[in-house]
């Protein structure tokens, strides 16, 4: 069984930077498509990335575009997350994802907040 576990999030001013991890365990994530969604208080779960299993395409929703950078080590099993320019409107609870076939799994989440 796939399991999945964020680190990284916090506290940081509007035009700061975070990077987010998450580590899979359980089962190799070599053949498993990867992204990062997240939540705001009263809103809807939201992608914002996504890799490819191959790896050869990466996309981000339009809000993020320029300033987070998703990544993924297949050899230590985990995904990155960078996170600039960071803008109040970025704070929400980030969820890695990872999906193959029928199957999606998640990570139980980490808050970021971007406040003065």
């Known amino acids: 069984q796939l399991k999945l576990v964020e680190s990284g999030g916090g506290l940081v001013q509007p035009g700061g930077s975070l990077r987010l991890s998450c580590a899979a365990s359980?089962?190799?994530?070599?053949?498993?498509?990867v992204g990062w969604f997240r939540q705001a208080p009263g809103k809807e779960r939201e992608p914002i990335s996504c890799?490819?299993?191959?790896?050869?395409?990466?996309n981000y929703a339009d809000s993020v575009k320029g300033r987070f950078t998703m990544s993924r080590d297949n050899a230590k099993n985990t995904m990155s997350l960078q996170m600039n320019s960071l803008k109040p409107e970025d704070t929400a609870v980030y969820y890695c994802?990872?999906?193959?076939?029928?199957?999606?799994?998640w990570g139980q989440g980490t808050q970021v907040t971007v406040s003065s």
């Open positions: 359980g089962v190799a994530l070599d053949h498993y498509g």
């Open positions: 994802w990872a999906t193959r076939g029928w199957y999606d799994y």
């Open positions: 890799i490819s299993s191959s790896g050869a395409s990466t």
